[in-house]
C-alpha cells in the first residue's frame, strides 16, 4: 500500500499492527486485543481524515496510484465486454479504452480515459493522456452507442489531453471539440463519471453527459493546481492554494450545480476497498439509468443541450 | 423555455469615428523591431510595413474593418455573475475584472455586433485580447450564445473571431464548462443551414481552440497567427526538444489540414463577403433579375441589395429562368 504524507500517522499504526500480528503467533490474547484497539483507532483516524481532506488533499487522493482506473471499473461493471479500436483516419490511442458490454444485462457503450497501472501500462496507456485518435475514437464510438440505440458510459481520469507535436499537428483540439459535440448530439443516455483526476478540456471531451457523477474524493478541474499556481501565483509551489481556489473537488462541484451526483468512497479512500468502491458506482450508476432509459430520445438529447447552455448562466452559487 | 424568445433587445449604441490619436507615436513591431508610424499602422490595419506581421487588432478597430462603412450595431449581453467562485491569487478576480473593464472600456472580452458586409447581414462575435487575454469566462460564454442565437433570429451567417489564451482560470470549472455552453451555441446556427465562419487571429490556443473555435463551417487563419491546444512551453517540456519552425502558427495548420485558408488582413473582408455571398445566395441572381421589370428585390449594377432584414432567400423566379 502506497501512503501519501498525511496519512503517515495511519501508516505507522498499520505497521504496529502487523508487527503485533507477527507476534501474536507466539504469545497468547493480550496481543489480539491491543490489534483489535488499534484497528479500531485506524478507522477511526481514517474517518475522520478523509471526513475533511483539504482540496489539496483530495487531489493527490484522486491520483493515488492504487486507486481503481478504467479498466477496473470495466472489469466489475461490465459483462461480455468486447474492446473496440481505432479512429478508422491515423491510428488507435490506448488512452482512451472503450468498446460494447452490458451493464447489469444492458447493453451499453463504455468509454474511459485509462492511465495504466505499472511501467508497462502507464506506457501503453500514455498515463492516460490522450491523442487527437483518442477523442475521435470517443466520438465514433459514442455514434455507434446513437446508432444501435445503447447508452453510453464514460469513466474520466486524466490529468489532460496530451501536449505533443504529433497532437497538435493531427488537431488536438478539434477533436477534442468534436468529441464535445459528439456527447451533445447522441440520443441516448449518456452518464459520465470522474473517478479520478478531471483534468480540463481532455476530461470534459467525454464528460457532457445527461448525468455527471464524481466520487467523493475525484477532482475535475479547468487546470491542474500546479499549473494554476505556476501562472497565477507565477510560483509552481502554491499548488496548495490554486486547489483551494480553483473549488475542484466534487462538493464544490455539487454546491456550484455543475455535477449531478456524488457517489460516497469507502473509509480511506477507493484504493482502500475497490470492490465497495465498484459497488457504489454501479448502484449510482444504475439508478441513474434507469431513470433516462425512460426518456424519449430527442428529451434526452434536448434536455442535455439545454443543461450545458444554461451553464454559467445568470448566477451561480 | 424558448431560447429564442429569451432574448437581448438589439441596441444601436454608437456610430463608431476613429478616435484622436496623437501624432507622434510611433510602435516597434513585435516581429521585426522596425519602428512604424501610428498613422501609417491604422493605414496598414495593423500590418507590419517592413515584414507584413499582423499584430493583434484592438476589437473596434476589428468591427471597423470589416463592416460596411464602419458601421454596426452592439447588442447588450445579459449580466454575468462577475466573480462565481469569489476567486483571489495575488490578486482578487473581482479587482482583475475591474480594471480590465477600465482599461478597455468593454464589460468583458467579447463584442457582439450586427451590421452588413458587402450588403449582407451578418453577426459578429469578436474577442479582445487585452481584456485578460481575451479569456473564456461565463460572460464570453454568453457572448457567443447571445450572437448564435442572434444569428438565428436574423437567419445571418455567424462569424466569430477569437483571440484568446483559452479558459479564464479565475473562473475554475464554469470556465471549463463554457466549452460545452458555446459548442451547443454555435451548433444551433449550423442546424439552422447558416454558415458558421471561424476567423482565427492571433492568439487562439487553449479551451477556446478546443470548442466552437474549431467547429467552423470554414476556418480562416490570419497569417502568423499562434493556434493550438497545449502552449509551446508544456510540449517542450514534455517532449524535451525543440519545437518546429513555425509551428502552432496559421501556415503550419493549414499544411496540416486544420484550417481552410490563411487570409492576409487587408484581403480579409473581401473574401468574407464572397463567402457569404456563396453560401446564403445560392442561386444565379443579377442577370436573371434584371430581366424582370417587376421583379420584387432589383439588383442594380450586380450589386447585392442593402435590404437585410430578412436575408435574400434568392428563390428563382421561373418565368425569367429561360434563356
Ligand atoms: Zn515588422
Redesign the interface.
Known amino acids: 500500500m502506497h501512503f501519501l504524507d498525511f496519512e503517515k500517522p495511519i501508516a505507522e499504526l498499520e505497521g504496529k499492527i502487523a508487527e503485533l500480528r507477527h507476534l501474536s503467533d507466539t504469545d497468547g490474547m493480550n496481543i489480539a486485543e491491543e490489534v483489535a484497539r488499534l484497528q479500531t483507532k485506524v478507522e477511526r483516524d481514517l474517518t475522520s481524515t478523509y471526513a475533511r481532506l483539504s482540496p489539496w488533499q483530495k487531489t493527490l487522493v484522486a491520483r493515488h496510484p492504487d486507486r481503481p482506473h478504467t479498466v477496473d471499473y470495466i472489469k466489475a461493471l461490465i459483462t461480455d465486454f468486447m474492446p473496440l479500436a481505432g479512429d478508422r483516419g491515423f491510428g488507435e490511442d490506448a488512452a482512451v479504452v472503450g468498446g460494447v458490454g452490458r451493464f447489469k444485462g444492458r447493453s451499453v457503450v463504455v468509454i474511459g480515459l485509462e492511465k495504466g497501472r505499472d511501467t508497462e501500462t502507464r506506457l501503453k496507456h500514455n498515463f492516460g493522456m490522450a491523442r487527437p485518435e483518442g477523442y475521435r475514437k470517443a466520438k465514433r464510438l459514442m455514434e455507434l452507442g446513437d446508432r444501435f440505440s445503447l447508452p453510453i458510459l464514460t469513466f474520466v481520469d486524466t490529468a489532460g489531453?496530451?501536449?505533443?507535436?504529433g497532437?497538435?499537428?493531427?488537431?488536438?483540439?478539434?477533436a477534442?471539440?468534436?468529441s464535445?459535440?459528439a456527447?451533445?448530439?447522441v440520443r441516448v443516455p449518456l452518464i459520465a463519471t470522474v473517478i479520478g483526476e478531471g483534468g480540463?478540456?481532455g476530461a470534459?471531451?467525454l464528460a457532457?453527459g445527461n448525468v455527471v457523477l464524481m466520487l467523493e474524493h475525484s477532482i475535475?478541474?479547468?487546470?491542474s493546481p500546479e499549473g494554476?499556481a505556476s501562472?497565477?501565483?507565477?510560483d509552481g509551489n502554491q499548488a496548495k492554494?490554486?486547489a483551494e481556489?480553483?473549488?475542484?473537488t466534487a462538493q464544490?462541484?455539487e454546491r456550484?450545480g455543475?455535477i449531478d451526483g456524488i457517489v460516497p468512497e469507502p473509509v480511506g479512500g477507493a484504493h482502500r476497498a475497490p470492490e465497495a468502491t465498484f459497488t457504489a458506482v454501479r448502484d449510482a450508476i444504475d439508478s441513474h439509468l434507469t431513470q433516462l432509459v425512460k426518456i424519449d430520445p430527442s428529451q434526452l438529447r434536448a434536455r442535455r443541450?439545454?443543461k450545458?447552455?444554461?451553464?454559467?448562466?445568470?448566477?451561480?452559487? | 423555455m424558448n431560447?429564442l424568445t429569451n432574448f437581448v433587445k438589439p441596441k444601436i449604441q454608437r456610430l463608431v469615428r476613429p478616435k484622436e490619436v496623437p501624432d507622434n507615436l510611433w510602435h516597434q513591431c513585435p516581429k521585426c523591431s522596425e519602428m512604424v508610424f501610428h498613422r501609417e499602422l491604422e493605414k496598414t490595419l495593423r500590418v507590419c510595413v517592413h515584414c507584413g506581421h499582423h499584430m493583434r487588432m484592438p476589437v473596434k478597430a476589428r468591427l471597423k474593418m470589416l463592416f460596411d462603412e464602419g458601421k454596426w450595431a452592439e447588442i447588450e449581453l445579459?449580466p454575468?455573475?462577475t466573480d462565481?467562485?469569489r476567486?483571489?491569487?495575488?490578486k482578487r478576480y473581482s479587482e482583475r475584472l475591474k480594471e480590465a473593464q477600465t482599461e478597455t472600456g468593454l464589460k468583458d472580452a467579447v463584442v457582439v455586433a450586427h451590421g452588413t458586409m458587402g450588403g449582407l447581414g451578418v453577426v459578429v462575435a469578436a474577442f479582445e485580447f487585452d481584456f485578460m487575454g481575451g479569456s473564456m469566462?461565463?460572460a464570453v460564454?454568453?457572448a457567443i450564445?447571445a450572437a448564435a442565437e442572434l444569428a438565428c433570429l436574423q437567419e445571418a451567417p455567424l462569424i466569430v473571431i477569437p483571440s484568446s489564451g483559452g479558459?479564464r482560470?479565475?473562473?475554475?470549472?464554469?470556465?471549463?464548462?463554457?466549452?460545452?455552453?458555446t459548442?451547443?451555441?454555435v451548433?444551433k446556427v449550423r442546424e439552422k443551414r447558416l454558415p458558421y465562419i471561424v476567423v482565427l487571429t492571433d492568439p487562439t490556443t487553449?479551451?477556446v481552440?478546443?470548442?466552437?473555435?474549431?467547429?467552423g463551417d470554414i476556418a480562416v487563419a490570419e497569417p502568423g497567427a499562434l493556434i493550438?491546444?497545449?502552449?509551446a512551453r508544456?510540449?517542450e517540456q514534455?517532449?524535451r526538444e525543440k519545437?518546429?519552425e513555425g509551428?502552432?502558427r496559421s501556415e503550419?495548420l493549414m499544411d496540416?489540414?486544420?484550417v481552410d485558408m490563411v487570409v492576409p488582413r487587408h484581403e480579409l473582408r473581401a473574401k468574407l463577403i464572397q463567402l457569404v455571398g456563396l453560401l446564403m445566395h445560392k442561386n444565379p441572381a443579377a442577370d436573371v433579375v434584371a430581366l424582370a421589370p417587376s421583379a420584387r428585390r432589383r439588383k442594380v449594377d450586380g450589386k447585392p441589395e442593402t435590404d437585410t432584414s430578412r436575408p435574400e432567400p434568392a428563390i428563382p423566379d421561373m418565368a425569367f429562368d429561360e434563356r
Not at chain 2, 209 to 215: H, Y
Open positions: 489531453a496530451y501536449p505533443g507535436v497532437a497538435e499537428e493531427r488537431g488536438q483540439s478539434e477534442i471539440a468534436r464535445i459535440e456527447c451533445l448530439d480540463s478540456g470534459i471531451a457532457v475535475y478541474s479547468v487546470i494554476c501562472i497565477l501565483w507565477r492554494s490554486a481556489a480553483l473549488k475542484l464544490d462541484l456550484l455543475i443541450r439545454d450545458f447552455l444554461q451553464m454559467g448562466r445568470g448566477g451561480l452559487g | 431560447w445579459q454575468e455573475p462565481p467562485l476567486f483571489k491569487d495575488r469566462g461565463a460564454g454568453e450564445v479558459a482560470m479565475q473562473e475554475g470549472i464554469i470556465s471549463l464548462m463554457q466549452m460545452a455552453r459548442t451547443v451555441a451548433d487553449g479551451g481552440t478546443a470548442s466552437f473555435a474549431m467547429l493550438g491546444f497545449a502552449g508544456v510540449i514534455t517532449i519545437l518546429p509551428f502552432q503550419y496540416h489540414g486544420m
